[in-house]
């Protein structure tokens, strides 16, 4: 039997939302710290939510090119992980997390198979590789922008580098991307909105229900 396939939950803004989340069964829940994004939450909510968040349940706070100062205050608050989202490099990571034991987990966007090279600097640096749609040259967020990718592009990544996948995924198409490209965890925000930044109990229900029926499709003789 394969294992089953991760859940994250991502642009969780209140206890309310978190809630809903952990309820339906979310294995990751994401909080954003990026001010431009409709599911931005401050520092000091950041931590309560941390703290709301069961120990089974892992707790990921999104980041895009932070600060040396942002990044530690965010790690002073002990989640899970931290999620780079911008442009920062491998050895940036690797310097600005050396004197932490903070798992992290790196964002690439992907829009052709070129992209796939960004993967492997990371290997072995981060906990896990999640990888979205490439936004538009004129987007201002690297993500949340329900796009979704040519999923055919990542073939020929290898089976054991575990991936998150991302991008306009929704409870209408995870299970066929489980099916088809197979990901160690797929990643949903805008997918489970009825407006920017709002969740939806019942879709985020519906999403996951449809992703653990696609594990259980997958494993029938």
């Known amino acids: 039997m394969s ?7 991502c642009g969780i803004k209140d206890s309310e939302m978190l809630s809903q989340a952990i309820r339906a069964g979310a294995d990751y829940v994401g909080f954003n710290h990026f001010p431009k994004s ?24 999104l980041l895009v090119n932070p600060d040396v100062k942002t990044l530690a205050s965010i790690v002073a608050l002990k989640p899970d992980f931290v999620q780079f989202h911008g442009n920062e490099s491998a050895a940036w990571i690797k310097d600005a997390l050396a004197n932490t034991d903070q798992p992290a987990i790196k964002v690439l966007p992907i829009g052709s198979k070129s992209d ?3 993967i492997h600097p990371f290997i072995g ?20 922008l329900g796009e979704t990718f040519d999923w055919s592009l990542l073939k020929g990544v290898d089976k054991n580098l575990g991936f998150f996948l991302a991008g306009g995924l929704n409870p209408d198409n995870v299970a066929r991307a489980i099916t088809q490209v197979n990901p160690l965890g797929v990643d949903v925000a805008s997918g489970v909105e009825r407006a920017p ?9 519906k999403f996951v229900v449809n992703a653990k029926q696609a594990d259980k499709d997958r494993d029938k003789p």
Do not use: C, F, M
């Open 125 to 144: 640096l981060v906990e896990h590789i999640l990888l979205d749609a490439k936004p538009p040259k004129s987007a201002t967020r690297p993500g949340g």
């Open 197 to 205: 930044g709002i969740k939806d109990s019942e879709l985020i229900t």
């Open 3 to 9: 294992p089953a396939t991760l859940i994250k939950i």
């Open 38 to 61: 409709p599911r931005y939450v401050d520092i000091s909510q950041i931590g309560e939510l941390i703290k709301s968040t069961p120990k089974n349940v892992k707790s990921v706070v």
């Open 116 to 118: 796939l090279e960004a």
